[in-house]
T-cell receptor, first 108, second 112 residues
Framework: KNEVEQSPQNLTAQEGEFITINCSYS?????LHWLQQHPGGGIVSLFM???GKKKHGRLIATINIQEKHSSLHITASHPRDSAVYIC??????????FGTGTSLTVIP | DGGITQSPKYLFRKEGQNVTLSCEQN?????MYWYRQDPGQGLRLIYY???????QKGDIAEGYSVSREKKESFPLTVTSAQKNPTAFYLC???????????FGPGTRLTVL
């Protein structure tokens, strides 16, 4: 069993739609990370959070520590949001665990 | 500009040859990491270093070696002992082991 599970694995949306990607984890964590990987392969850190909610532009990340669950929301999605979104957690023991990613395609 | 660089972006090697992947950062980060990414799998940790002249094995260290002689540099050698070396390799760094990680652009290694 993976320590970090993401859903869905693949997601196709029309431009302008509201998108939600979910992440569940099974270990005790010090922080949860949302990463974005574009087709070229480079990874960008979007959020690092340990409680509550963070917002950056059209992206919103929430975390529920009790339920061991996080969501990444994209409002007014755009084709340039097409990428793989990866959830990762840093455990209390300083280990990093990564989800397998959600591949998002936004169609114009 | 501060950041992490990896070179080359694409690398081809013959089976049985050792190959070294470069990773340099000018973020003044203490911790550096090497990950391997295969299709359909999450990133897997190969090696990490929390400080100069110190490094630790990750989950899949067999067939790989690293050095950390300078704070800025953390090269990864893929040896001939690595059974399936063709993969995408990502280097990352963070202020400390607990900190947010910043990733390089990656090196795609193909062994022919």
């Amino acid at each position: 069993k993976n320590e970090v599970e993401q859903s869905p694995q693949n997601l196709t949306a029309q431009e302008g739609e509201f998108i939600t990607i979910n992440c569940s984890y099974s270990v005790g964590i010090s922080a949860l990370h949302w990463l974005q990987q574009h087709p070229g392969g480079g990874i960008v850190s979007l959020f690092m959070l340990s409680s509550g909610k963070k917002k950056h532009g059209r992206l919103i990340a929430t975390i529920n520590i009790q339920e061991k669950h996080s969501s990444l929301h994209i409002t007014a999605s755009h084709p340039r949001d097409s990428a793989v979104y990866i959830c990762a957690v840093s455990s209390a023991g300083n280990q990093f665990y990564f989800g397998t990613g959600t591949s998002l395609t936004v169609i114009p | 500009d501060g950041g992490i660089t990896q070179s080359p972006k694409y690398l081809f090697r013959k089976e049985g040859q050792n190959v070294t992947l470069s990773c340099e950062q000018n973020l003044n980060h203490d911790a550096m990491y090497w990950y391997r990414q295969d299709p359909g799998q999450g990133l897997r940790l190969i090696y990490y270093s929390q400080i100069v002249n110190d490094f630790q094995k990750g989950d899949i260290a067999e067939g790989y070696s690293v050095s950390r002689e300078k704070k800025e540099s953390f090269p990864l050698t893929v040896t001939s002992a690595q059974k399936n070396p063709t993969a995408f390799y990502l280097c990352a760094s963070s202020i400390s082991r607990k900190g947010e990680q910043f990733f390089g652009p990656g090196t795609r290694l193909t062994v022919l």
